[in-house]
């Protein structure tokens, strides 16, 4: 089956520090990578679409310039939290859409904790 | 942004048992799915549905696409102690838009 991987699976940085975030389909391609973040006992919530070969595009009340999004190839996407603060501690997913079959596939997460 | 309701919030069980959850929104969608999420873990999709009235099986598990489209349910018979988890609904508006989720389903199983 389709697998997404996620690296690193988890991370603790201090404030003020950046962090890359990796997202990877492993079997399939995608052209597009969507970016969510979920809190303790919340659900999903999406930060951002990630478009392969151009910009990202960020849902209404996420910093585009604190979340870097690249997306450079149809099998990576990157997240990289910028001068991380505590309040962004929280678990990161992405999602992969197939290509070919337009399936969305779920990475298995990112915990990140800033102290 | 899209509002999903899902129930109930929370489901404590006895093993054997059937359950039932459901996910209602105020438009209307072309695509329903259903996931299974495990603590520290990405959510895995169980049930996808494409058309309105579609009843779709994975094992013990059942979803319909409600005939409004603005409306699914996931039932699971004979519930097994590996249940447990959180279910959460997704729903999107239209091929290639992006997806909303539900607040999520918290299932408990008693051996």
């Known amino acids: 089956g389709a697998v997404v991987s996620q690296h690193p699976s988890w991370v603790i940085c201090k404030s003020g520090t950046s962090v890359k975030i990796e997202c990877r389909s492993l079997d399939f391609q995608a052209t597009t990578m969507f970016w969510y973040r979920q809190f303790p006992k919340q659900s999903l919530m999406l930060m951002a679409t990630s478009n392969e070969g151009s910009k990202a595009t960020y849902e209404q009340g996420v910093e585009k310039d604190k979340f870097l999004i690249n997306h450079a190839s149809l099998t990576l996407s990157t997240l990289t939290v910028t001068s991380a603060h505590p309040e962004d501690s929280s678990f990161y997913i992405c999602?992969?859409?197939?290509?070919?079959?337009?399936?969305?596939?779920f990475g298995p997460g990112t915990r990140l904790t800033v102290t | 942004g899209q509002q999903l309701n899902q129930s109930p919030q929370s489901m404590f069980i006895q093993e054997g048992e059937d359950v039932s959850m459901n996910c209602t929104s105020s438009?209307?969608?072309?695509?329903w799915l259903w996931y299974k999420q495990d603590p520290g873990e990405g959510p895995v999709l169980l049930i996808a549905?494409?058309?309105?009235?579609e009843l779709t099986s994975n094992g013990r598990l059942t979803a319909q696409f409600g005939i409004t489209r603005k409306d699914s349910f996931l039932n699971i018979s004979a519930s097994i102690p590996s249940d447990v988890g959180i279910y959460f609904c997704a729903g999107q508006l239209s091929s290639f838009n992006k997806f909303y989720f539900g607040s999520g389903t918290k299932l408990n199983v008693k051996p």
């Open positions: 438009s209307i969608f072309n695509t």
């Open positions: 999602s992969a859409r197939d290509i070919a079959s337009y399936e969305q596939y």
């Open positions: 549905l494409y058309k309105a009235g």
